[in-house]
């Protein structure tokens, strides 16, 4: 790559940057290439991002944006993950992914312009994706008019139980 590419390539970094919702920072070392090529899938099945930058060119890209609060875990291998939509995602899938490769390793991330240590990426894995959270609401939103329902319905065929009721009643006493 020329000079020229290079500054083109921080550009166009930098702008994907400043437009994710969670950048996660990783180090990849001593994966092979079909673990890679595995989380690759994963990660992109989800629209999450996931690229091997050069340590320089990330710091230089980084400035600026959100993600320059963790440019100093900038060394050795470095991968990063970034998301445009759900933040939740790409802490599932990494934290996920990590359990079953021991020598993948999360570092550390950024979401909405705070700093979470591999704690914080691991409690944000644990929280319902956006579909989950989306599914409960609407089903609460549904829940409520379905017992509205029910609850109306429920009064008249009370009263026509107690209707029944009386006139067997009657009946009983006219006999």
């Known amino acids: 790559m020329n000079i020229d590419d290079k500054k083109q ?14 950048a996660i920072l990783t180090d990849y070392k001593g994966l092979d290439v079909g673990a890679m090529t595995e989380l690759r899938s994963k990660l992109r099945e989800a629209n999450i991002e996931y690229q091997v930058i050069k340590n320089t060119m990330l710091r230089l890209a980084s400035e600026g944006t959100e993600v320059a609060l963790i440019k100093d875990q900038f060394k050795g291998p470095s991968a990063i993950a970034l998301s445009y939509d ?13 359990k079953t490769n021991n020598k ?20 944000l894995s644990a929280l319902p994706s956006r579909e989950e959270l989306l599914a409960t609401v609407l089903s609460a939103m549904i829940a409520v008019p379905t017992s509205l329902v029910r609850a109306l319905s429920d009064v008249p065929r009370r009263m026509l139980n107690v209707l029944q009721a009386i006139k067997e009643q009657k009946e009983q006493q006219a006999a």
């Open 9 to 22: 390539f921080v550009q166009e970094l930098q702008e994907r940057l400043g437009k994710s919702k969670v």
């Open 86 to 98: 759900d933040p939740v995602a790409p802490a599932k899938i990494l934290t996920e992914f990590a």
């Open 104 to 123: 993948f390793e999360i570092k550390c991330g950024v979401l909405n312009g705070s700093v979470m240590d591999l704690a914080a990426i691991k409690a």
